[in-house]
């Protein structure tokens, strides 16, 4: 009889428990479901900013039709600007829209999402100093990734190479997939493997890369796919390869960004040129 009430009282306490964790799960579901509201208008300079990025690597071949350019929003660190899922040399101003860190859109207005938003939420969670971020497929990139050869810095614009590029092997944390950063949980062991790194390789897939600015990851982005260019063109020539020493990286990247804007100048009124 003892029992018979015990397992009746226990039965009645899983079932409670039950229909407060089904409460529990939905109202979840039901915030995860809630579009965030907007932090309000940003500049349009950056926009256009974000705009000529996007157009900029299309045009020196780091984005193809896939590929994208963030940039957290400049009045409250929690949100990011991206645009629609749209090939990056075809996006305009008004593609752009607001996400929340976990890569909800403020205001979707029906316009498809790109799959591999998560990357941009997940490392703006784990990186309060960066301010842009890109992914790119940059074939050049791939040899390095599917390799042991180290990514290494083998000219001035690419001193940033010397603080280490680590590759993600998305085997390592989730089995066989279709290599796409499709969740928060991937993205944010993408944000693991890239630490404090200024860039991450993707294996068999393509790379991150991260900066303090528009222009810094935009500069980044051209010149890492040119460096591992540029690295294997030296390495074909067969013997020693000299790097840059450490040093010489170092006291270049104290004045990384020095004739940066002249560059972006060229770059954007050349990338914008074509629409
Ligand atoms: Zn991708």
């Known amino acids: 009889m ?30 995860a479901q809630t579009s965030p509201i907007s932090t309000g ?48 040399e075809l996006i305009d101003a008004e593609d752009i829209m607001e996400f929340d860190l976990d890569s909800n859109p403020v205001d979707a207005k029906g316009r498809s999402l790109y799959t591999e938003r998560f990357i941009h939420g997940e490392i703006c969670k784990a990186r309060p100093d960066v301010i842009a971020i890109v992914h790119t497929h940059a074939p050049a990139l791939i040899p390095f990734g599917i390799s042991k050869v180290p990514l290494k810095p083998v000219y001035l614009r690419s001193a940033f190479i010397a603080a280490g590029i680590p590759v993600f092997e998305i085997r390592e944390r989730a089995g066989m997939t279709d290599m796409l950063i499709r969740d928060h949980t991937l993205g944010r062991a993408l944000a693991d493997a890239l630490a404090s790194h200024p860039a991450a390789l993707m294996r068999g897939h393509g790379a991150v890369i991260v900066g303090p600015s528009l222009q810094r990851v935009v500069g980044r982005s051209i010149f890492l796919p040119l460096n591992a260019t540029l690295q294997m063109q030296a390495a074909a020539l067969g013997g020693p390869i000299t790097y840059l020493d450490p040093e010489e990286a170092r006291k270049i990247e104290e004045r990384e960004g020095y004739g940066l804007g002249r560059a972006w100048e060229a770059w954007k009124r050349k990338a914008m040129a074509k629409h």
């Open 2 to 31: 003892i029992s018979k009430l015990q397992h009746r009282r226990s039965g009645r306490t899983i079932w409670f428990a039950m229909s407060v964790a089904a409460t529990l799960c939905c109202a979840s579901v039901v915030v």
């Open 41 to 88: 208008p940003v500049d349009p300079q950056l926009i256009e900013d974000l705009v000529a990025a996007n157009r900029i690597l299309a045009d020196q071949g780091v984005l193809d039709g896939w590929g994208h350019v963030s940039v957290r929003h400049p009045r409250d660190p929690n949100r990011y600007l991206l645009s629609r899922s749209r090939a990056p």
